[in-house]
């Protein structure tokens, strides 16, 4: 399962990560090492399962939630290597810093 997850990441191409700019930016296949420092990786669009314990604030008993817990979509999610890379900001950033340092190298590489 853990090489299927790995696919999931890459491009197969060049040696890099799938990836994404936030401000719109068109993708080349090969991008600058000025890019890599835009880069993000790919929105969970294809529903890995990530780690997704519902929010605190959807856990209340309110009328809203019915006392119940709601989860929410994993698509909301960013693709990186560890199932619970999203579930909080020191993993997030640790997962960010990483897969930009992978694309440095593979863009310096080539």
Do not use: C
């Not at 880069?39 to 669009?45: A, I, Q, R, W």
């Not at 560890?82 to 190298?105: A, C, D, K, T």
């Amino acid at each position: 399962p853990f090489k299927a997850w790995a696919d999931t990441l890459r491009t197969f191409k060049n040696g890099l990560m799938g990836f994404q700019f936030p401000n719109g930016q068109a993708v080349s296949d090969m991008p600058s090492l000025k890019d890599v420092k835009a880069m993000l990786p790919p929105d969970n669009d294809i529903g890995l399962p990530f780690a997704n314990p519902p929010p605190p604030i959807l856990n209340r008993d309110t009328p809203a939630t019915d006392g119940l817990a709601r989860l929410m979509s994993v698509n909301r999610y960013w693709r990186i290597g560890n199932p619970r890379g999203n579930e909080n900001p020191f993993l997030l950033s640790m997962g960010i810093f990483w897969y930009r340092v992978h694309q440095y190298w593979a863009v310096r590489l080539r």
